[in-house]
């Protein structure tokens, strides 16, 4: 039900967004095929995560039933659109928008608000080749906005209040360590750690493979023990 949509968003904005990386520092070489493998790779992942269940099916009552107390109807067209887009957002902002330094990072952002906005002036300023197609929501849905300023890189998709961007550090929780731990066994949670074991998490379940790199104290150790860890369901993955 949702081909069109998906269809739409790639073929409206994945042109500019291949683009940016054409325009910002790469600390290490991105071609366009890569960069649409993981694209879409991640896009899936996080469309069928179970984890996090950013898409659930609507449930229908067959004709002429009457619903009970017990009856759910599951995420609406309307909110799984509106979900949709979040994550084609979210998988732009970390593939495309995430192969740079801070500075491209920034840079990158203000593309994203500006299509987002429907805003084409910053393409012209930046002298862009490729343009964007506005692609509407048809359900009657509002896509909630990133912040103004910052980097929308510190925030995720909070799938149960609307797909609202939330600051990973709001997934941090209390953090104590046992006083029998070992030290080796000690993953200190930051907002870097939260961010990169949810995408390892999610590409990892999905059945993906990724490399992390990055020069020393990028939390690249860290994210990979807490993943191994914490990270996943014991009952299908073992480490």
């Given at each position: 039900?949702?081909?069109?949509?998906?269809?739409?968003?790639f073929?409206?904005?994945?042109?500019?967004?291949?683009e940016?990386?054409?325009?910002v520092?790469?600390?290490?070489?991105v071609?366009?095929?890569?960069?649409?493998?993981?694209?879409?790779?991640?896009?899936?992942?996080?469309?069928?995560?179970t984890?996090?269940?950013?898409?659930?099916?609507?449930?229908?009552?067959?004709?002429?039933?009457?619903?009970?107390?017990?009856?759910?109807?599951?995420?609406?067209?309307?909110?799984?659109?509106?979900v949709?887009?979040?994550?084609?957002w979210?998988?732009?902002?970390w593939?495309c928008?995430?192969?740079?330094?801070s500075e491209?990072?920034?840079?990158?952002?203000?593309?994203?608000?500006?299509?987002?906005?429907?805003?084409?002036?910053?393409?012209?300023?930046?002298?862009?080749?490729?343009?964007?197609?506005?692609?509407d929501?048809?359900?009657?849905?509002?896509?909630?906005?990133?912040?103004?300023?910052?980097?929308?890189?510190?925030?995720?998709?909070d799938?149960?209040?609307?797909?609202?961007?939330k600051?990973?550090?709001?997934?941090?929780a209390?953090?104590?360590?046992?006083?029998?731990?070992?030290?080796?066994?000690i993953?200190?949670?930051?907002?870097?750690?939260a961010?990169?074991?949810?995408?390892?998490r999610?590409?990892?379940e999905?059945?993906?493979?990724?490399?992390?790199?990055?020069?020393?104290?990028?939390?690249?150790t860290?994210?990979i023990q807490?993943?191994?860890?914490?990270?996943?369901?014991?009952?299908?993955?073992?480490?």
């Open positions: 039900a949702h081909a069109t949509q998906i269809d739409s968003l073929n409206g904005y994945f042109e500019v967004m291949l940016c990386t054409h325009k520092k790469t600390p290490f070489p071609s366009d095929g890569w960069l649409c493998i993981m694209a879409t790779r991640l896009f899936e992942s996080l469309i069928t995560d984890t996090e269940c950013f898409c659930s099916p609507t449930n229908e009552l067959p004709e002429g039933e009457e619903p009970d107390d017990d009856f759910d109807p599951g995420q609406s067209f309307a909110d799984r659109e509106v949709i887009a979040q994550l084609f979210f998988s732009m902002l593939t928008g995430s192969c740079t330094d491209g990072r920034l840079w990158v952002c203000d593309i994203i608000r500006a299509c987002i906005d429907n805003k084409k002036d910053l393409l012209k300023k930046f002298n862009f080749v490729a343009d964007f197609t506005k692609v929501l048809t359900a009657g849905g509002s896509l909630p906005q990133p912040p103004r300023k910052g980097l929308i890189h510190d925030l995720f998709i799938p149960e209040d609307g797909a609202k961007w600051p990973w550090t709001d997934r941090i209390n953090f104590d360590v046992p006083k029998d731990a070992q030290y080796h066994t993953i200190v949670p930051t907002s870097d750690t961010r990169n074991q949810f995408l390892i999610t590409l990892i999905r059945g993906f493979n990724f490399l992390i790199s990055g020069p020393t104290g990028t939390a690249k860290a994210s807490g993943a191994l860890l914490n990270g996943f369901n014991p009952d299908a993955f073992t480490s």
